[in-house]
């Protein structure tokens, strides 16, 4: 266990929906980052936040945003859902000073699947 | 842009034996870090090993070590006596001090009983 927390496990939708992957970091990190994993492909990294500020920005679709609230939690928005979106979504966090040179400690991933 | 290129798809080794997957990544930076993660069937990505770029000494822990050529940008990951829960998807993985990461497609390491 990382002790990174990500809800919910798995999430069944319809396209065109919006859907919200919530983060909860380890206790005492400052940083999140997030994650897309299609199938059998490799980890697209799409935005990273340090202590409520975007730090970071990589392939994230407009259709996407992100947040990090105050007591450090952070949420990736998903709208207009297409098929494509499918796939498993990683938070990871980091104590984060300095941003990106520290290890990140992945939680479970949410499964998306858009119908 | 950086990029990360793992060029074995699929490895494969004998129980007990060493083996090698293989990373390169193309960047500008001088300062940097590089990362081997393992992801099992259970898709939870687990921290192999770190590497420092500014380090010489190539980083060591327990039955995997890396061989950092900063020069060649290369960045591999040699597995000692192999063993079956080392099987899983492994992804050599850049990230700078601006908090950008990128990832490998990953190499899939069968171990044969």
């Known amino acids: 266990d990382s002790g990174v927390t990500q809800t919910p496990k798995h999430l069944i939708t319809a396209t065109g929906q919006r859907v919200t992957l919530r983060c909860s970091p380890r206790s005492g990190d400052l940083s999140v980052y997030w994650y897309q994993q299609s199938l059998d492909q490799g980890l697209q990294f799409l935005i990273q936040?340090?202590?409520?500020?975007?730090?970071a920005k990589g392939n994230i679709l407009e259709r996407f945003s992100a947040q990090q609230f105050p007591d450090l939690h952070s949420e990736l928005n998903l709208s207009s859902l297409e098929l494509g979106d499918s796939a498993l979504y990683f938070c990871?966090?980091?104590?984060?000073?300095?941003?990106?040179?520290?290890?990140?400690?992945f939680g479970p991933g949410t499964r998306l699947t858009v119908l | 842009a950086q990029t990360v290129t793992q060029s074995q798809p699929e490895m494969s080794v004998q129980e007990a034996e060493t083996v090698t997957l293989s990373c390169t990544y193309d960047?500008?930076?001088?300062?940097?870090?590089l990362f081997w993660y393992k992801q099992p069937p259970s898709r939870q990505m687990i921290l192999v090993i770190r590497?420092?770029?500014?380090?010489?000494q190539n980083a060591t822990e327990n039955r995997f070590s890396v061989n950092f050529q900063k020069a060649a940008k290369s960045f591999s990951l040699k597995i000692s006596d192999s063993q079956l829960g080392d099987a899983a998807m492994y992804f050599c993985a850049y990230s700078t001090n601006a908090g950008k990461s990128t990832f490998g497609d990953g190499t899939t390491l069968t171990v044969k009983p």
């Open positions: 990871a966090s980091s104590p984060g000073t300095p941003p990106g040179t520290d290890t990140q400690y």
């Open positions: 960047t500008s930076e001088s300062d940097y870090y």
């Open positions: 936040y340090y202590n409520g500020e975007e730090r």
């Open positions: 590497q420092e770029a500014y380090k010489q």
